[in-house]
């Protein structure tokens, strides 16, 4: 299975920019889809997960100004980002896990979308 970020880009303190994320390959089902982020000098971290049930949990930092939706029948999640401030800028990556075609398990990783706030 396969992800591709896609949306980051440079933005200034307080504008909003929106990431994308598709999977593709052998999938059967997916249950959780979620965003992590790797800042400069910093290990990754969680951002955002939406599970299959619709569930969302946000880290502390981006609650009230990140929202991760999803499109199930596209296999696609969305991280539409507001607010953001410089401390945001990291790689943005997408992860997701589930079952493929063969009914095993799959864990896989995005290559990654920079995202850069400054002025």
């Known amino acids: 299975v396969q992800l591709a970020e896609s949306g980051g880009g440079l933005v200034q303190p307080g504008g909003s920019l929106n990431l994308s994320c598709t999977a593709s390959g052998s999938i059967y089902s997916i249950d959780d889809i979620a965003w992590y982020r790797q800042g400069p000098g910093n290990e990754r971290e969680f951002v955002a997960i939406r599970t299959s049930g619709g569930s969302t949990n946000y880290d502390y930092s981006v609650e009230g100004r990140f929202a991760i939706s999803r499109v199930n029948a596209e296999n696609t999640v969305y991280l539409q980002m507001s607010s953001l401030k410089p401390e945001d800028t990291a790689v943005y990556y997408c992860?997701?896990?589930?079952?493929?075609?063969?009914?095993?398990?799959?864990?896989?990783w995005g290559q990654g979308t920079q995202v850069t706030v400054s002025s």
């Open positions: 992860n997701a896990r589930g079952y493929d075609s063969h009914g095993k398990t799959f864990d896989s």
